[in-house]
């Protein structure tokens, strides 16, 4: 009964639209952009609550290009270690999006979210009329739907994560948050939020509220001018964090995320958790320390934060943070997926970093030999050329890519990742242009002539396999090449293919890949004795393999 309840209310919710189509909305609504916020508060009404309501919630309000979701994360984890009862609002979901609402770390019920889902629903259903005949969008909706939980399930606090953006993000109805945070700055969503560092960082400081303290982290010379003139516009206290270096004494803090660009959001979280403490009349705070800061920048435009002693729940908080596919590692005997849903160019950068330390790190074959596979996709108006060749230097042997679906019949079957604006000749077409663009720079930066294979055409490329009527992606005349590449038209059968009957929770690949390099490259996989396979690009197509290579992800 609620298996079939929650299905219904996954159903119905996909079809108040998905992302893309709710940011063609946001784009035409920009001339008025002020209006978007006006039609949440107006959605929240008809469901039952007013926008006062939320100030009952103790929030903690984070935006940011890079990093806020795992700074949300270090932060929630920090402050449950106390003992306190946290909410936590995030997006977007890697396998079920009950992950976006989550209680006390974990997310709610299925039972709590069809139980809250046909409510919120309901409402809004019941008041439509002429005035008012629409339903909020896909994000919209949630977002309501994740502050009546958190009232309902009485939280002692909420940290809700922004969307996209800040100032006209629906989150930004929240009128008295306790205190802000402002992740790392770079270039996203673009056709949304500007092309420069200092059009986004406008809209980033766009969350601050007067009186409300607001902490930033290092970010370039002019985005934080930009964020310091939103702050005095907006009367809101705009700090600077010091380094986590400055919170350590002797020993290093743990971290429950890996990577060194991890270092910087942990730093943000314990500034956030401890401003909420205090803000809050709580106890146990950390002692203030008296020591000149390391991280001094002559004529700062914006002050720096005291650094202080971490508490031991600060700590554990810290060292017990979990956050699905950044940085993760998943050892599944001889193949080791390394997971991050990098899809910036900064972000990218970081990811390189820790894989590379992270691959390099493990002990090498006692025979050395070792394949390396990226697993790629991009989407949206990201600049996949820029993603790929900062991906260059970690060496692959193959690099596969295929698009999100998890199933070639998955943009149907799979509810809880569906996307109603992706076609499958979209998607396979983009990922035939990143596999064109891989080659191409393969070739710039060996200056080697790998046999150019004839430029990719779309028509002739979908062929079904002899064996079964599936579809491979044959690109013509293919020749080999020096690293070679693949499309396939699903992430099970790129994941297949990758792991070749290695990993216990993928079944073996099915029938043989028409590409030469794939049946060569299954004889390498088979036989190597270490398979590292890093995939990035895209949080959905992280998402999509997670549920293939953790089912209890789904359950």
């Not at 008809?46 to 979701?69: A, P």
Request: net charge neutral; glycine share 8%.
């Amino acid at each position: 009964m609620i298996k079939d309840m929650y299905k219904d209310a996954i159903r119905t919710l996909n079809t108040l639209q998905t992302n893309a189509s709710f940011l063609e909305q946001v784009k035409r609504e920009r001339g008025d952009p002020q209006a978007q916020l006006e039609a949440m508060r107006g959605f929240l009404e008809r469901s039952g609550l007013k926008v006062e309501d939320l100030d009952q919630l103790n929030i903690i309000h984070v935006t940011g290009t890079k990093g806020k979701g795992s700074t949300c994360a270090f932060t929630e984890c920090i402050l449950r270690s106390y003992g306190l009862k946290t909410g936590f609002y995030s997006s977007p979901h890697l396998v079920q999006v009950r992950e976006r609402i989550r209680i006390n770390g974990q997310p709610i019920s299925r039972e709590l979210f069809s139980k809250y889902f046909w409510l919120v629903y309901n409402r809004l259903e019941e008041t439509k009329d002429p005035a008012h005949g629409s339903m909020p969008a896909y994000f919209r909706f949630l977002t309501i739907m994740a502050f009546h939980v958190f009232l309902q399930e009485k939280v002692d606090l909420a940290v809700v994560e922004v969307g996209i953006g800040g100032a006209y993000d629906c989150t930004n109805i929240i009128r008295a948050p306790v205190v802000c945070g402002v992740s790392s700055l770079g270039i996203d969503h673009t056709s949304i939020l500007g092309d420069t560092m200092e059009k986004i960082a406008w809209q980033k400081g766009g969350i601050f509220k007067p009186g409300v303290p607001a902490f930033t982290v290092a970010q370039p010379e002019r985005p934080l001018e930009v964020l310091r003139d939103r702050a005095q516009e907006r009367e809101c206290p705009l700090y600077l964090c010091p380094e986590l270096d400055d919170f350590e004494d002797r020993d290093a803090l743990e971290l429950g995320l890996a990577g060194s660009h991890q270092r910087c959001n942990a730093a943000l979280a314990l500034q956030l958790a401890r401003t909420w403490l205090q803000r809050r009349g709580c106890w146990g705070l950390g002692e203030l320390k008296e020591m000149p800061s390391s991280t001094v920048l002559a004529g700062r435009p914006v002050p720096l934060a005291p650094a202080f002693q971490p508490t031991d729940a600060m700590i554990q908080g810290l060292r017990d943070t979990e956050w699905l596919g950044r940085t993760q590692v998943l050892p599944h005997g001889p193949v080791t997926w390394y997971l991050d849903g990098a899809h910036t160019t900064s972000s990218i950068q970081a990811c390189v970093r820790w894989f590379r330390q992270a691959a390099l790190g493990q002990d090498k074959p006692h025979d050395g030999s070792e394949v390396r596979v990226l697993l790629f996709n991009a989407t949206g108006d990201r600049d996949t050329a820029a993603l790929l060749k900062l991906l260059l230097p970690c060496h692959f042997d193959y690099a596969v890519f295929c698009p999100n679906f998890t199933q070639v019949t998955s943009v149907t079957s799979n509810a809880d990742q569906q996307n109603f604006n992706v076609t499958v000749e979209n998607a396979l077409t983009r990922c035939l242009e990143n596999q064109q663009t891989w080659t191409r720079l393969l070739e710039e930066k060996g200056g080697q002539d790998p046999w150019l294979p004839a430029p990719l055409r779309v028509g002739g490329l979908l062929q079904p396999a002899p064996s079964r009527g599936t579809l491979l992606l044959v690109p013509p005349s293919p020749r080999p090449l020096n690293a070679p590449s693949l499309v396939f038209p699903c992430l099970a059968q790129a994941l297949r293919w990758v792991a070749q009957g290695r990993d216990p929770h993928l079944a073996a690949p099915m029938g043989a890949h028409p590409h030469p390099a794939a049946s060569s490259g299954a004889v390498l996989l088979r036989e190597a004795a270490a398979v590292r396979v890093l995939v990035t690009g895209s949080l959905h197509l992280v998402g999509g393999a997670l549920r293939l290579l953790d089912p209890a992800l789904s359950q």
